[in-house]
Protein backbone atom coordinates (compact mmCIF):
# COMPACT_ATOMS: atom_id res chain seq x y z
CA UNK A 1 0.00 0.00 0.00
CA UNK A 2 2.51 2.24 0.73
CA UNK A 3 3.96 2.19 -3.33
CA UNK A 4 0.77 2.69 -4.18
CA UNK A 5 0.25 6.26 -1.56
CA UNK A 6 3.59 7.27 -3.31
CA UNK A 7 3.03 7.01 -6.30
CA UNK A 8 -0.47 9.01 -6.44
CA UNK A 9 1.77 11.26 -4.06
CA UNK A 10 4.97 11.54 -6.43
CA UNK A 11 1.47 12.04 -9.69
CA UNK A 12 -0.18 14.74 -7.40
CA UNK A 13 3.38 16.96 -7.29
CA UNK A 14 4.03 16.45 -11.32
CA UNK A 15 0.17 17.65 -11.76
CA UNK A 16 0.96 20.78 -9.66
CA UNK A 17 3.93 21.43 -11.27
CA UNK A 18 2.29 20.80 -15.16
CA UNK A 19 -0.88 20.86 -15.81
CA UNK A 20 -0.71 20.41 -19.30
CA UNK A 21 -1.92 16.36 -19.12
CA UNK A 22 -5.17 15.12 -17.03
CA UNK A 23 -4.91 12.72 -14.62
CA UNK A 24 -6.19 10.10 -16.60
CA UNK A 25 -4.03 10.38 -19.00
CA UNK A 26 -1.15 9.14 -17.00
CA UNK A 27 -3.12 6.53 -15.45
CA UNK A 28 -3.90 5.43 -18.56
CA UNK A 29 0.11 5.39 -19.59
CA UNK A 30 0.65 3.32 -16.14
CA UNK A 31 -1.80 0.55 -17.39
CA UNK A 32 -0.60 0.33 -21.34
CA UNK A 33 3.00 0.21 -19.82
CA UNK A 34 1.92 -2.89 -17.72
CA UNK A 35 -0.03 -4.32 -20.91
CA UNK A 36 3.05 -3.65 -22.84
CA UNK A 37 5.43 -5.85 -19.81
CA UNK A 38 3.05 -8.44 -19.78
CA UNK A 39 2.57 -8.73 -23.73
CA UNK A 40 6.12 -8.73 -24.65
CA UNK A 41 6.92 -11.38 -21.81
CA UNK A 42 9.83 -9.76 -20.29
CA UNK A 43 9.97 -7.69 -17.27
CA UNK A 44 11.86 -4.14 -17.28
CA UNK A 45 12.98 -1.74 -20.06
CA UNK A 46 10.03 -0.72 -22.91
CA UNK A 47 11.33 0.80 -25.72
CA UNK A 48 9.11 4.40 -26.68
CA UNK A 49 7.60 2.43 -29.53
CA UNK A 50 6.64 -0.67 -27.63
CA UNK A 51 4.54 1.42 -25.55
CA UNK A 52 3.27 3.48 -28.07
CA UNK A 53 1.70 0.29 -29.52
CA UNK A 54 0.57 -0.84 -26.01
CA UNK A 55 -1.24 2.57 -25.61
CA UNK A 56 -2.92 1.94 -29.31
CA UNK A 57 -4.15 -1.41 -28.24
CA UNK A 58 -5.39 -0.49 -25.01
CA UNK A 59 -7.01 2.34 -26.65
CA UNK A 60 -8.76 0.67 -28.76
CA UNK A 61 -10.08 -2.08 -26.20
CA UNK A 62 -11.26 0.82 -23.76
CA UNK A 63 -12.17 3.77 -26.04
CA UNK A 64 -12.99 2.32 -29.66
CA UNK A 65 -13.57 5.25 -32.24
CA UNK A 66 -13.43 7.46 -29.14
CA UNK A 67 -10.16 7.27 -28.61
CA UNK A 68 -8.77 10.43 -30.36
CA UNK A 69 -11.10 12.38 -29.14
CA UNK A 70 -10.19 11.41 -25.55
CA UNK A 71 -6.63 12.01 -26.38
CA UNK A 72 -7.59 15.12 -26.81
CA UNK A 73 -9.36 15.65 -23.92
CA UNK A 74 -6.60 14.78 -22.04
CA UNK A 75 -4.46 17.17 -23.85
CA UNK A 76 -2.76 14.59 -26.06
CA UNK A 77 -2.27 15.85 -29.91
CA UNK A 78 -0.18 13.60 -30.94
CA UNK A 79 2.21 11.05 -29.76
CA UNK A 80 5.29 12.89 -29.09
CA UNK A 81 2.78 14.28 -25.95
CA UNK A 82 2.92 10.41 -24.59
CA UNK A 83 6.91 10.97 -24.61
CA UNK A 84 6.12 14.01 -22.51
CA UNK A 85 4.10 12.44 -20.66
CA UNK A 86 6.26 9.69 -19.99
CA UNK A 87 9.53 11.69 -19.36
CA UNK A 88 7.93 13.79 -16.77
CA UNK A 89 6.77 10.82 -14.76
CA UNK A 90 10.54 9.80 -14.81
CA UNK A 91 11.61 13.49 -13.92
CA UNK A 92 9.23 12.76 -10.87
CA UNK A 93 10.93 9.31 -9.99
CA UNK A 94 7.98 7.79 -10.61
CA UNK A 95 9.17 5.55 -14.16
CA UNK A 96 12.79 5.20 -14.63
CA UNK A 97 14.34 5.40 -18.35
CA UNK A 98 17.91 4.39 -19.76
CA UNK A 99 20.91 6.51 -21.29
CA UNK A 100 19.65 5.49 -24.68
CA UNK A 101 15.84 6.64 -24.54
CA UNK A 102 15.23 9.91 -26.17
CA UNK A 103 11.87 11.58 -26.51
CA UNK A 104 11.88 10.94 -30.43
CA UNK A 105 11.33 7.23 -29.46
CA UNK A 106 7.88 8.39 -29.30
CA UNK A 107 7.74 10.35 -32.72
CA UNK A 108 5.20 8.75 -35.01
CA UNK A 109 3.85 10.77 -37.25
CA UNK A 110 0.68 8.39 -38.01
CA UNK A 111 0.12 7.92 -34.75
CA UNK A 112 -3.83 8.81 -34.95
CA UNK A 113 -4.23 7.49 -38.34
CA UNK A 114 -3.01 4.20 -37.14
CA UNK A 115 -4.83 4.28 -33.99
CA UNK A 116 -6.60 1.17 -35.42
CA UNK A 117 -5.53 -1.57 -37.12
CA UNK A 118 -7.46 -3.61 -39.99
CA UNK A 119 -9.44 -5.85 -37.96
CA UNK A 120 -10.82 -3.00 -35.66
CA UNK A 121 -14.22 -2.65 -38.40
CA UNK A 122 -14.23 1.08 -36.97
CA UNK A 123 -15.27 3.30 -39.58
CA UNK A 124 -16.39 6.70 -39.54
CA UNK A 125 -19.57 7.14 -41.52
CA UNK A 126 -19.02 9.15 -44.63
CA UNK A 127 -20.95 11.63 -46.52
CA UNK A 128 -22.16 9.22 -49.34
CA UNK A 129 -22.70 6.57 -47.25
CA UNK A 130 -25.41 8.29 -45.10
CA UNK A 131 -27.10 9.82 -48.75
CA UNK A 132 -27.18 5.97 -49.43
CA UNK A 133 -28.78 5.15 -45.95
CA UNK A 134 -31.14 8.01 -46.36
CA UNK A 135 -32.20 7.43 -49.59
CA UNK A 136 -33.12 3.79 -48.15
CA UNK A 137 -34.82 5.26 -45.36
CA UNK A 138 -37.26 7.47 -47.52
CA UNK A 139 -38.22 5.05 -49.63
CA UNK A 140 -39.26 3.05 -46.95
CA UNK A 141 -41.67 5.21 -45.63
Known amino acids: M ?3 NDFFARLSRLLKKDGRYKEEAYLFVMNALNHAVER ?3 PG ?3 GQELLRAIQEEAQTQFG ?3 ATVFQHWGIKNSLDFGLLV ?3 VEEG ?3 KTETDRLEDF ?3 SFFDSLF ?3 SHYRLLDEEWKETEKLKWQSKQ
Do not use: C, D, Q, W
Open 94 to 96: ILS
Open 40 to 42: LGK
Open 87 to 89: FKM
Open 2 to 4: HAL
Open 65 to 67: PMS
Open 107 to 109: RNE
Open 117 to 119: NGE
Open 45 to 47: HVT
